[in-house]
Structures are given as structure tokens and as C-alpha cells.
Nanobody, 124 residues
Framework: QVQLVESGGGLVQAGDSLRLSCAAS????????MGWFRQAPGKEREFVAA????????GYGDSVKGRFTISRDNAKNTVYLQMSSLKPEDTAVYYC?????????????????WGQGIQVTVSS
């Protein structure tokens, strides 16, 4: 089992950058495919970015390609989401997720563990 805790959210202006962190405890996250999702009020949870268990492959949602970057620090058991050129439509609660089996998935239904979520608000 793995526990996930997000940090780094907050209120920023359009065009700013922000970095989210997801600290994993328990079983090391190298055993899991790791992903970031987000959910805005009244909308379904949306895929943002993820990488496979070995980190050999990564994927990004269409709305964030070229602006967001997922990375990890194995020594710190931490996954990062670097967000640049933020837009008001990026406003959402951002969740870190871990998938125990298989490669990463763009569907939130395929992830086994979730963080509590953290708010990111981008003002225009």
C-alpha cells in the first residue's frame, strides 16, 4: 500500500508557474505507475499527466501538453508536476494517484490510491 500527500497548490495569476509535489510513503512509488488528475466543480476528473512504473513512458492530457511536466525524485519518493503558462481554465483540485498494475492509464478509474487533493486557482 502507498500513502500520497500533495503540496504546493495555491492562488496564482494567469501566465505564472507553480510546482506541485506528491510525497509517497509506504511501498516505494517505483513499484507504481504515477499520475496527476484534476477536477473542476461540476466536471469529471480529468487526466493531466502520468508516467509508467519504470518511468520509461510518460503521457499528458491534450490541454496541458507543452505547459506541464511530470517528473520524480526517487531518493525523496516524490512526484512533481511543474505547471507553466497557467490559465484560468487550469483552476481545479489536483490529485496525485498511484496504479499498482500495468502501465499508466488516462482513466482515473484505473488507479488504486489517491491523495487528498490540493487546490490550484488561476486568476485572470
Amino acid at each position: 500500500q502507498v500513502q500520497l500527500v500533495e503540496s504546493g497548490g495555491g492562488l496564482v495569476q494567469a501566465g505564472d508557474s507553480l510546482r506541485l509535489s506528491c510525497a509517497a510513503s509506504g511501498r516505494t512509488f517505483s513499484s507504481y505507475a504515477m499520475g496527476w488528475f484534476r477536477q473542476a466543480p461540476g466536471k469529471e476528473r480529468e487526466f493531466v499527466a502520468a508516467f509508467s512504473r519504470g518511468g520509461g513512458s510518460t503521457g499528458y492530457g491534450d490541454s496541458v501538453k507543452g505547459r506541464f511536466t511530470i517528473s520524480r525524485d526517487n531518493a525523496k519518493n516524490t512526484v512533481y508536476l511543474q505547471m507553466s503558462s497557467l490559465k484560468p481554465e487550469d483552476t481545479a483540485v489536483y490529485y496525485c494517484a498511484a496504479r499498482q498494475w500495468g502501465s499508466y492509464s488516462v482513466s482515473y478509474r484505473n488507479y488504486d490510491y489517491w491523495g487528498q487533493g490540493i487546490q490550484v486557482t488561476v486568476s485572470s
